[in-house]
């Protein structure tokens, strides 16, 4: 069992950056792929990015690529999505995501895990 719990999210101008943190419980962090998806009021949760086990492969969805990063501290439990240049359309409530796996995972019904979500709102 892996609990999650996500920080970091807020109210930013477009173009600003955030980098939200998600710290997993357990001792098992590193046997996880985790994930981030976000959703916005009225849309379906999408897929953000995707780490695996080890940090070694990374995946974003083409709409962030290049602006956002992925990245894991397995010694501290946790995963974090540094954000550049932010647009409106980004606003959303972003999760994070759980799957024991040593693979990148990168669909929604994919994990086994969430947490409850950070609020991000982008002002234009």
């Known amino acids: 069992q892996v609990q999650l719990r996500e920080s970091g999210g807020g109210l930013v101008q477009a173009g600003d950056s955030l980098r939200l943190s998600c710290a997993a419980s357990?001792?098992?962090?590193?046997?996880?792929?985790m994930g981030w998806f976000r959703q916005a009021p009225g849309k379906e949760r999408e897929f953000v990015a995707a780490?695996?086990?080890?940090?070694?492969?990374?995946y974003y969805a083409d709409s962030v690529k290049g602006r956002f990063t992925i990245s894991r501290d397995n010694a501290k439990n946790t995963v974090y999505l540094r954000m550049n240049s932010l647009k409106p359309e980004e606003t959303a409530v972003y999760y994070c995501?759980?799957?024991?796996?040593?693979?990148?995972?990168?669909?929604?019904?994919?994990?086994?895990?969430w947490g409850q979500g950070t609020q991000v709102t982008v002002s234009s």
């Open positions: 357990g001792r098992t962090f590193s046997s996880y792929a």
């Open positions: 995501a759980a799957v024991r796996t040593l693979g990148v995972v990168a669909v929604t019904g994919g994990y086994d895990y």
């Open positions: 780490i695996n086990w080890s940090g070694g492969s990374t």
